[in-house]
């Protein structure tokens, strides 16, 4: 079936520095895919997403390719600021090739900031 | 414009017993899914509902069941709660059941004693 692999966390960096979290899928059909991002005590909110191969998505200054030869969607800041603490969720939604819609989720990296 | 709402926000429940969440969708959406995210890990779908009909259905067993009202508002049921049901279960809401935009809502946390 299909699936989500984030690299591990926590992250920890300093205000300002450059952010990476690793994201890989396995997913048959042609997925649409997603980072979310959740705050302590909250849900998820949506990011970014990218529905095609080469599609960037891009929001808050996060970006994320949809590179379907690596099948991978890696998230990237240029410069983070401790208001960026958070969780972060990799995820993937069809359709399958089997029509299916439904989310995969990874299993979310922590990122801690530091002034 | 009220995003998903969801209730109660906290509750705790014993072994065997049932249990009822809400969820109000984001207004204008008409497709609610639910998610149980366990502490660590990544939300796992349960269920989604779309014209008062289950939709699509994750690998959870026939105890997780719901329901969609006329008004797209909608109920997640648990019964004879373990103690693994312990989590925090989210509810999403989109236009359509194959739209790929959810809102979330900010989750219902069920402990299990």
């Known amino acids: 079936g299909d699936s989500v692999t984030q690299m591990e966390g926590p992250v920890t960096l300093s205000e300002e520095a450059f952010l990476t979290i690793n994201c890989t899928y396995t997913?048959?059909?042609?997925?649409?895919l997603f980072w979310y991002v959740q705050y302590p005590g909250e849900g998820l909110q949506l990011l970014l997403k990218?529905?095609?191969?080469?599609d960037k998505g891009s929001n808050k200054g996060f970006e994320a390719t949809y590179r379907k030869e690596t099948t991978s969607f890696h998230l990237e800041k240029g410069s983070v600021q401790v208001s960026d603490s958070a969780v972060y969720f990799c995820?993937?939604?069809?359709?399958?090739?089997?029509?299916?819609?439904?989310?995969?989720f990874g299993r979310g990296t922590s990122l801690i900031v530091h002034p | 414009d009220a995003g998903v709402t969801q209730s109660p926000t906290h509750l705790i429940k014993t072994r065997g017993q049932q249990v009822t969440l809400r969820c109000s969708p984001k207004?204008?959406?008409?497709?609610v899914s639910w998610y149980q995210q366990a502490l660590g890990q990544g939300p796992q779908f349960i269920f989604q509902?779309?014209?008062?009909?289950?939709?699509q259905r994750g690998n959870f067993p026939d105890r997780f069941s719901g329901h969609q009202f006329p008004n797209y508002s909608s109920e997640l049921n648990v019964n004879a709660l373990l103690l693994g049901d312990s989590a925090l279960y989210l509810c999403?809401?989109?236009?359509?059941?194959?739209?790929?935009?959810?809102?979330f809502g900010p989750g219902t946390r069920l402990t299990v004693t």
């Open positions: 999403a809401s989109s236009w359509g059941w194959t739209g790929y935009e959810q809102y």
């Open positions: 997913a048959t059909g042609y997925p649409s």
């Open positions: 990218a529905t095609k191969a080469d």
């Open positions: 995820a993937l939604r069809g359709p399958t090739s089997g029509g299916s819609y439904i989310p995969t």
């Open positions: 207004s204008g959406h008409d497709t």
């Open positions: 509902y779309y014209e008062e009909e289950e939709r």
